[in-house]
């Protein structure tokens, strides 16, 4: 191309010239335009053979670790051609229009040193092997302030951002959730120093703060719960298949979420890597108590999960059209599929990435327990001594889109799309001792709890950011989300022991209940950044912004007492029928009414934020990170509940001033020392300032409409030490003080009464935290073998110190805050074989949570304490071959007892509240990419 674009230069200047060579003759104008019409020609003939069809193959690893590096880029020098590499760290660059020789070949990938690979030689139709490392960049990432985990799949990379972040962060990706048998965030967090969780309650506990000193938000937006009884959305419905990474953010700034006080839990989508995939997957399981058990699934839930709403029009008339007999199955088998995809494409003269990344799946679980309940009064004295068997089916499903577009690395637009819809029902049986029942036969009966909880939540999010200037920069976006959670038809029956054999229980012990949760959240933000300097290593700078969070709930719940007029003779337990008793004939005779009552509430909550936060970076070792932020929070409750008994409402509004700083100080390149000091707050949850009542099975809990925001001052002191880019040893403390805590009591009642209080003027919450990531060996095979041999371990724990002295605490001299493990321990060991395009990775992982308060007993009620424990998991993944993985998982394996006990107060006798375990759960499942 290059002797043709010469050849018509020539050519042109002579054509430019011939008004001044008029004098040349016409016969050697013909000779040139002969000669160049026929060079011409040759030279077309000559060239196709000149280009050669070039093929470069090859694979780009961590120098040190030797695990693949996933989007990295390889390209010619001077010339088009390149390539990106795949999820294996694999590439091929292919190229019709290159000539044969010497080329540089360049390797670039974020965090890492820049290769180039000097005069490789490229032949037509010869095939070259390529296989690079890169060694991590130091400088990379200094521009990292509150760190964007976007595109961080792999454990180096996001330690590596750890190293590097201005605030104390730390995540997990989900390469390491899938080495270790973690199947969602909850179960992510869980592996994080500090972290805990109280089983039975959802979502986790951080340096000793539950839920509701915590915050939720995915790609940064915050987002709704899908249950009345919480603030954040279970964590559980957010499976791997759609994690990126999971960041806990326990250090906080002035551009953050403010309604926290534990940490911040950011779960960031997954997005294409590379240029395109395929992947196909299913696993299939059991659990060993579910193997044997004849199991009880209520009627109405169809296979995909989805319950039936209907309720009657009247009550008059029998128009529930779920049947209150529940059937039997003999296979449990735990299976889930999943399907996800990509595809990048280039725009433009620009060649401008745009791309799409789509996952699917389904899930469905089992699990059965054989349960003790029991209950007390003050004195110790068992109202309730119940055993039973609880059967458990959770069904789910999600998709997630993304579109992701860079306008010439200047500007970024993506779109998000999140559809999850979960499902969990449950069958109850318990026989014992309870003073509901008849006292003539010892309080003697049976009662049957069949629920069901139905929940989807949809989120849309638009993310953008322009390039401005080289120095200003508009990071803008906005999220709507929508939540809408179902109790469908929770159906409760109670039978009493009678003269002969049973009979249905009087009052309002036999009833159905339905309750819906409509939810619309709108999120918007809007943020300049002006950098000080126009230096990519320089990371001083001055951000503005805006947040806003709108949130509209509409709760209301429908509950129908069917009263039994005419007791009907039930002769055993062992096979009876109440469907042959509730059904349209017997209504229509008396035998039992329908009583209906509807209780709902209301809440709007407006918050607006504006912030102003400051970066600079003194010396190279010296950065200091200041902000202050206003929060302006209007909260409305409107409530009409407990049968008309309780109707008002109640707000809250006030305005928040919060000030943060955060100072970096690098010992040297390794070592590095970080302290965070800020002020947040924690508002009641929407169902803790209504006085709305919830029955459960063990307790009973209603809100309380005088609740107070909590103010918290946290201070946070952390040294890292990375002896290597795939190394740590931290060490945290961090001490917190809260006024007005807000925390669950229990009330003196007969019913197992829990309440909401501020238990007191104010909490102390104090504690270390340390964490080791460490190789024990890392033993590259001979080139030949391109592989390694790798034995690591982590290793994090913590000690949490909480005291509160709380006026209405049996204890008065100070206690524990609810839910606060005072020791915490992960414990994971990982074996890593790889050759060529085969891996083996087994790692056991152990936890341990010590005994906590499940719930501060007053008003003569000792404490609550849950039992500590610890579980084993065993997870092994088997890469057969560049498209086929296999995965073996064996969680739980000491199958420890989950257990609630109570002392009493004169004998100080332990009583046992509530014991159960929960199985071995065994699975295997496959994986195919291409």
Same mark, same amino acid.
């Given at each position: 191309m290059y002797l043709i674009r010469i050849h018509i230069v020539i050519s042109w200047v002579y054509l430019c010239r011939r008004n001044k060579n008029v004098e040349r003759s016409s016969m050697k104008k013909l000779f040139l335009l002969r000669f160049s019409v026929a060079a011409f020609f040759c030279l077309l003939c000559v060239l196709p053979a000149l280009a050669a069809n070039i093929k470069i193959k090859g694979a780009v690893k961590d120098k040190l670790s030797k695990e693949p590096l996933i989007g990295a880029t390889i390209r010619l020098v001077g010339t088009p051609a390149g390539a990106v590499t795949d999820m294996d760290g694999n590439f091929e660059l292919n190229s019709t229009g290159v000539l044969e020789g010497l080329y540089d070949i360049e390797i670039k990938y974020v965090g890492y040193k820049t290769e180039v690979r000097r005069k490789v030689r490229v032949e037509n139709g010869k095939l070259a092997i390529l296989n690079l490392e890169l060694e991590t960049d130091a400088h990379e990432l200094s521009d990292v302030v509150v760190?964007?985990? /976007?595109? %961080? $799949?792999?454990?180096?990379?996001?330690?590596?951002?750890?190293?590097?972040?201005?605030? @104390?962060?730390?995540?997990?990706?989900?390469? $390491?959730?899938?080495? /270790?048998?973690?199947? &969602?965030?909850e179960g992510a967090v869980t592996k994080v120093a500090g972290v805990s969780k109280q089983d039975g309650v959802k979502n986790v506990f951080v340096r000793g703060l539950g839920d509701r000193y915590n915050a939720t938000t995915f790609n940064g937006f915050a987002v709704p719960s899908e249950d009345p009884e919480y603030k954040n959305i279970s964590l559980d419905f957010f499976g791997t298949d759609i994690i990126q990474s999971v960041g806990v953010n326990k250090a906080f700034n002035a551009g953050g979420i403010s309604d926290v006080g534990g940490a911040t839990i950011d779960i960031v989508s997954k997005e294409l890597i590379g240029s395109g995939n395929l992947n196909i997957g299913l696993s299939g399981g059991l659990n060993t108590q579910t193997v044997t058990a004849d199991f009880l699934k209520q009627d109405g839930?169809?296979?995909?999960?989805?319950?039936?709403?209907?309720?009657?029009? *009247? $009550?008059?008339?029998?128009?529930?059209?779920?049947?209150?007999d529940p059937s039997k199955q003999s296979l449990q088998i735990n299976r889930s599929y999943s399907i996800s995809g990509g595809k990048r494409f280039h725009i433009g003269k620009d060649r401008n990435p745009l791309s799409f990344f789509l996952t699917a799946g389904h899930t469905t679980d089992y699990q059965y327990t054989d349960e003790t309940i029991r209950n007390t009064t003050t004195s110790g004295t068992i109202y309730k001594d119940m055993t039973g068997k609880k059967y458990t089916e959770n069904i789910s499903q999600l998709a997630l889109a993304n579109v992701d577009y860079d306008m010439q690395n200047r500007h970024h637009v993506s779109y998000n799309f999140m559809m999850i819809h979960a499902n969990v029902q449950s069958v109850g049986d318990y026989t014992g001792k309870?003073?509901?029942?008849?006292?003539?036969?010892?309080?003697?009966?049976?009662? %049957?709890?069949?629920? @069901?909880? *139905?929940?989807?939540?949809?989120?849309?999010?638009?993310?953008?950011?322009?390039?401005?200037?080289?120095?200003?920069?508009? &990071?803008?976006?906005?999220?709507?989300?929508?939540?809408?959670?179902?109790?469908? *038809?929770? %159906?409760?029956?109670?039978?009493?022991?009678?003269?002969?054999?049973?009979?249905?229980?009087?009052g309002n012990s036999q009833q159905r209940y339905f309750s819906t949760l409509d939810e619309d959240d709108i999120n918007v933000k809007a943020g300049l950044i002006y950098r000080l300097k126009d230096n990519v290593e320089e990371i001083s700078n001055i951000r503005l912004g805006y947040t806003g969070r709108f949130v509209d709930d509409n709760f209301k719940a429908t509950e129908y007492n069917l009263t039994v007029g005419h007791a009907s003779s039930i002769p055993s337990l062992d096979n009876f029928s109440l469907d042959d008793y509730y059904n349209q004939e017997n209504l229509s005779s008396g035998w039992f009414a329908v009583q209906k009552n509807i209780d709902k509430y209301s809440v709007t909550k407006n918050i607006h934020s504006a912030y102003a936060e400051a970066t600079y970076q003194f010396t190279p070792r010296w950065i200091v990170n200041v902000g202050m932020k206003y929060d302006n929070v209007d909260i409305q409750v409107d409530y009409n509940v407990n049968k008309g008994g309780s109707e008002g409402s109640n707000t809250i509004q006030k305005d928040f001033f919060l000030p943060s700083l955060n100072l970096k100080y690098n010992l040297s390149e390794k070592h590095s020392l970080r302290l965070g000091a800020s002020k947040t707050y924690t508002l009641p949850q929407a169902k803790e300032i209504s006085p709305y009542r919830y029955v459960g099975v063990n307790f009973n809990s209603q809100g309380n409409a005088n609740l107070k925001p909590s103010d918290n001052y946290n201070v946070d002191l952390k040294w890292d030490f990375n002896p290597t880019p795939t190394e740590l040893i931290s060490l945290t403390a961090f001490y917190k003080l809260i006024k007005n805590p807000i925390?669950?009591?229990?009330?003196?009642? @007969?019913?197992?009464?829990?309440?909401?209080?501020?238990?007191?003027?104010?909490?102390?919450?104090?504690?270390?935290?340390v964490e080791v990531r460490k190789n024990l060996f890392v033993r590259p095979l001979s080139s030949a073998a391109n592989g390694m041999n790798k034995l690591s371990f982590g290793l994090n724990g913590s000690y949490i110190y909480t005291n509160a002295k709380m006026p209405l605490a049996t204890v008065t001299t100070g206690s524990q805050l609810e839910g606060a493990a005072p020791w915490i321990a992960n414990f994971d060991l990982s074996h890593n074989f790889t050759k060529g395009t085969h891996s083996f990775i087994h790692t056991l992982v152990l936890n341990y949570v010590s005994d906590k308060i499940y719930t501060i007993g007053t008003q003569g009620y000792q404490d609550i304490m849950e039992q500590g424990m610890m579980t084993l998991d065993f997870v092994s993944q088997a890469k057969l071959n560049k498209y086929v993985s296999l995965t073996l998982k064996a969680r739980n394996l000491l199958n420890p007892s989950y257990k609630l006990s109570r002392k009493a107060n004169e004998s100080g006798e332990k009583v046992v509240l509530s014991d159960y375990k929960k199985g071995i759960n065994i699975s295997l499942g496959v994986s195919c990419t291409f």
């Open positions: 760190v964007a985990k /976007k595109n %961080r $799949e792999n454990e180096n990379m996001l330690l590596l951002e750890q190293q590097k972040a201005v605030i @104390a962060v730390q995540a997990v990706s989900v390469k $390491e959730l899938s080495r /270790k048998g973690v199947s &969602d965030a839930v169809n296979l995909l999960g989805f319950a039936t709403t209907t309720e009657p029009a *009247d $009550e008059n008339n029998w128009g529930f059209k779920n049947k209150l309870n003073s509901i029942f008849s006292d003539d036969y010892e309080n003697q009966g049976f009662t %049957r709890r069949q629920q @069901a909880n *139905d929940n989807l939540l949809i989120v849309n999010q638009l993310m953008t950011n322009w390039g401005l200037t080289k120095t200003l920069s508009l &990071d803008a976006g906005a999220s709507y989300n929508i939540v809408k959670g179902n109790e469908p *038809d929770r %159906r409760i029956n109670n039978i009493t022991k009678a003269e002969e054999g049973y009979t249905l229980l009087r925390s669950r009591i229990e009330v003196a009642s @007969a019913g197992g009464y829990l309440s909401y209080e501020n238990i007191a003027d104010k909490a102390t919450v104090a504690g270390v935290e």
